[in-house]
């Protein structure tokens, strides 16, 4: 219990620092052409195990996608998008990362947003359902630091979602 709280509190400053420098502009303008597809891949890669103990279908489609960005943070983009999919899922659901000509897609058949919720999940801090995330973990702060990522990249957010459904999470990027 004390290592899992310690390695959580851990993740929460790590996440508290990094909105701090995507809030205060702190990450050098570096942008550089990226392949999303590329970086999708490695996260999947990484992520698959996690993916696979909680008996979701982890899958990439698409093909290559340059976009002027950051690597780094296009990374964590994907990997807090991914990590919900598989984290408020189902045993037995799928996460699907797509990637096409500017277009990076993170969908799943998990437990889906209420409407009246999707305006507010991008807060930090903000959960939907406090009960089911406390036994999921996380820090609350992925989808703000998407937001704030988006943000750095000039990427639009579209979300599609409903309970029961699963949810869809887009990024255009300009």
Same mark, same amino acid.
Not at 85 to 100: C, D, F, Q
């Given at each position: 219990n004390i290592y899992r709280e310690a390695q959580r509190l851990i993740s929460l400053v790590n996440d508290i620092i990094r909105l701090s420098q995507l809030d205060g502009g702190e990450i050098p303008y570096d942008k550089k052409p990226v392949d999303l597809y590329q970086v999708a891949s490695e996260v999947v890669s990484r992520l698959s195990p996690v993916a696979e103990k909680s008996e979701i279908t982890l899958t990439l489609s698409g093909r290559s996608s340059y976009v002027d960005g950051n690597r780094r943070i296009l990374d964590e983009i994907i990997s807090n998008l991914c990590d919900n999919?598989?984290?408020?899922?189902?045993? *037995? *659901?799928?996460?699907?990362?797509?990637?096409?000509d500017r277009f990076l897609t993170v969908k799943d058949d998990g437990i889906g947003i209420p409407s009246d919720q999707q305006s507010r999940i991008f807060e930090r801090f903000y959960r939907v359902d406090k009960s089911h995330s406390t036994e999921v973990g996380g820090t609350?702060?992925?989808l703000s630091i998407v937001k704030h990522g988006a943000?750095?990249?000039?990427?639009?957010?579209?979300?599609?979602?409903?309970? *029961?459904? *699963?949810?869809?999470?887009?990024?255009e990027f300009r």
């Open positions: 999919a598989i984290k408020y899922n189902r045993p *037995g *659901g799928h996460a699907e990362i797509t990637v096409s609350g702060l992925g943000m750095y990249h000039n990427a639009a957010i579209h979300i599609d979602s409903a309970p *029961g459904r *699963g949810t869809s999470i887009s990024l």
